[in-house]
């Protein structure tokens, strides 16, 4: 004769728990067949981190920043896919977090990730209605990235309007986007160079100032292209026309490695491709 077995409550609920979690991990946006980066660090979907901190996800987006900032980083491309994946969340958690938003324009958006960051930053522009600064980085990196001149000026009057300070400056900057009336690159070197300036965090100091460095051999390939075709009354066909004519000696070292491209005749920052990572 067969035994009446009482399973313990506990039992069902841990069983519970375990398909729960199991079924939000493998349902979550963020999760691509793994949890852990190509460099074994793991990244928690958002779902299962609200679920680990009570249902709190302002504490859950705290911690997660506070565990992003005291992880090394070295910058290669599994280090890329780390902080994608892990800002990624925190900005799911709390897209008004400050912390992030900032780290995520100065080692996204200005590291070959730079939809990412911007969606990271849109979400904080939207979110913190009184802060004029993720308004002012998503303008700027619309412009600068997308050439997306009529976003970039919305954006910049945001930024404008909640500001007390900088209000007319962004003004002028929104109008002089209308215009076209800007050299991108330069104006993006001052613009990394004021953030590098400003920042108190030694890594991310560094981490700016690798984007400065980076941002001048994209200005030394435009400066030998213009004369280039000053020169030769042509346009430029390929990268290796400015060597065999003797403007440049070598292709500049990204110190970032990610390099530049030559598209439509024009040299560009090399971005990363992220599967997924479309900007909203």
């Keep these: 004769m067969l035994r009446n077995f009482n399973i313990p409550t506990a039992s069902i609920a841990l069983s519970g728990l375990l398909l729960f979690l199991y079924a939000v991990l493998m349902q979550s946006s963020d999760y ?33 920043t506070a565990r992003l900032a005291a992880t090394g980083v070295d910058f290669g491309q599994a280090d890329m896919d780390y902080l994608v994946r892990a ?9 008004c977090h400050e912390d992030n938003y900032y780290l995520a324009n100065g080692f996204l958006t200005w590291g ?3 939809q990412v960051g911007s969606s990271i930053l849109k979400r904080a522009a939207s979110c913190r209605f009184w802060d004029e600064y993720p308004a002012f980085f998503y303008g700027f990196n619309q412009f600068f990235f997308e050439k997306n001149l009529e976003q970039a000026s919305l954006y910049l009057e945001m930024a404008a309007r909640r500001s007390s300070q900088n209000a007319a400056s962004f003004r002028k900057f929104a109008i ?23 920042s108190a965090d030694a890594k991310l100091k560094d981490m700016l100032n690798k984007r400065v460095m980076r941002l001048k051999g994209l200005v030394l390939l435009r400066d030998a292209q213009r004369r280039f075709e ?10 290796e026309e400015l060597l065999e004519a003797g403007l440049i000696d070598t292709l500049p ?14 040299f560009v920052l090399r971005q990363i491709k992220f599967s997924g990572a479309e900007e909203e």
């Design 230 to 239: 000053l020169l030769r009354g042509k346009k430029l066909e390929s990268p």
């Design 112 to 114: 070959g990730a730079d």
């Design 253 to 266: 070292d990204d110190p970032l490695r990610l390099g530049y491209e030559f598209i439509d005749h024009r």
């Design 87 to 95: 800002q990624a969340v925190v900005s799911e958690l709390n897209p």
């Design 176 to 198: 002089m986007i209308r215009a076209e009336q800007i050299e991108d690159a330069e104006l993006a070197i001052k613009f990394v160079e004021s953030e590098r300036d400003k």
């Design 32 to 64: 691509k067949g793994s949890s852990l980066d190509s460099g074994g660090r793991v990244v928690i979907p958002a779902p299962i981190l609200l679920f680990l901190y009570g249902g709190d996800r302002f504490f859950a987006a705290n911690m997660e």
